[in-house]
């Protein structure tokens, strides 16, 4: 079964990043609090060796498919020491332009059209569309009040055409961590049902207050049927430079390498040689700024708790918040009134999967300074809409 255009366009929910960015563009001077980034650049360590990686010959030529031996070795090494994951017995890695382009790839090399795949509400939006584009059926399950996994509810949404379950920890965009107990059981259901489980781990470094990031590929076992997906976008600031990976079951490398090399032909070799240089400075570096990400966590929910009729989350990790409001605006129109008359911009929930009027912040993008003027706009407008 193969998409008609008109199939394929139906796919796409209306694209939230460019439209929420065309309203910052209308109305200047608003401080975004929409787009998940870091305030921080990438090591400058690895910045300096641009220019000499621009001068070897081969950087303008094509790479191999899976990406380049070195990054591929670094990779290796990090997954064993920090995941726990020993790629190799039974499973491979193939470094891809990000964390985005991993999923897509991961769906359409498991999936064939009809099949269903149960994702957890609230979801991340891209990755939905690129199950739609897959011509594959997206099944929603709820979360608990804490956004944490209700794996009976994940049971009960398993059909004879489920084909791959899939988890984000810490979570894009509510920022729950999900507990080792609560993954490792997904994981086995998957291995007694023969199911995939796509786990995005594209956070792992950013995690509070004692919360503890766990690898389901880890697992004994789980290299059969576990696909692990990262992203250096967050963690080393490398977001433009899209560099991300996946850890695979052998089986479906071949699968995973020839949609790869449609779509990309290779990831960018001036990419991978960044990622070599920024990886070498090793985790130390994002994990040296999670104290400041937490103590203006601190200060956005200190603020936001202060308007009446607004709940929000505790956020565990990641780099986001969500607030529900008491309202009976729908979350599109809260974000036009935000950007029109109180320039700040935060993301509609609707767009994750949410109920009622919940709005998705991003608190990492911007300078403390910034954020604090942000949140002295975002608390007036609130109060405004709820009366608060």
Excluded at 129 to 141: D, N, Q, S
Excluded at 258 to 267: A, K, R, S
């Amino acid at each position: 079964m193969l998409l008609d255009k008109s199939a394929r366009s139906a796919c796409f929910r209306e694209p939230i990043i460019p439209i929420v960015g065309a309203l910052i563009h209308e109305n200047p001077g608003t401080i975004s609090l929409a787009q998940g980034m870091v305030n921080y650049g990438p090591p400058p360590e690895a910045l300096v060796k641009i220019e000499s990686i621009l001068k070897a010959p081969e950087i303008h030529r094509y790479g191999p498919v899976a990406g380049t031996n070195r990054l591929i070795e670094l990779i290796e090494q990090k997954l064993a020491m920090e995941n726990g994951i020993n790629a190799g017995q039974g499973s491979k890695i193939v470094v891809t332009a990000g964390a985005n382009m991993a999923f897509a790839s991961a769906i359409l090399a498991t999936c064939r059209p009809g099949d269903e795949v149960i994702m957890q509400v609230p979801c991340f939006f891209n990755q939905e569309t690129a199950v739609r584009i897959a011509g594959c059926v997206p099944v929603f399950t709820n979360t608990t009040d804490s956004f944490h996994i209700d794996i009976v509810g994940i049971r009960n949404a398993i059909t004879p055409k489920t084909r791959a379950i899939v988890t984000i920890s810490p979570n894009n965009p509510s920022g729950a961590v999900y507990s080792t107990q609560d993954l490792t059981a997904v994981n086995l259901l998957c291995g007694e049902l023969g199911l995939y489980h796509i786990h995005d781990e594209a956070y792992e470094y950013f995690t509070y207050d004692g919360n503890k990031h766990f690898s389901p590929g880890s697992l004994k076992h789980a290299s059969r049927y576990t696909i692990s997906i990262y992203s250096l976008s967050k963690s080393y600031a490398l977001a433009g430079w899209r560099v991300g990976w996946m850890v695979i079951p052998s089986e479906i490398e071949r699968d995973i390498c020839g949609i790869q090399d449609v779509n990309l032909i290779c990831p960018p070799l001036i990419s991978q040689q960044l990622a070599i240089h920024a990886m070498t400075v090793g985790s130390s570096y994002p994990k040296a700024r999670l104290g400041e990400l937490r103590d203006i966590h601190d200060i956005c929910k200190r603020a936001i708790m202060t308007v009446h009729g607004c709940c929000v989350t505790s956020g565990e990790g990641a780099i986001y918040l969500i607030i529900n409001l008491n309202t009976q605006h729908e979350p599109m129109e809260v974000v036009r009134y935000l950007i029109r008359k109180h320039r700040v911009a935060l993301l509609p929930g609707h767009v994750f999967r949410l109920a009622g009027c919940q709005l998705r912040m991003s608190y990492s993008a911007s300078s403390r300074r910034e954020i604090e003027l942000a949140l002295e706009r975002l608390v007036t407008g609130l109060k405004e809409l709820t009366h608060g």
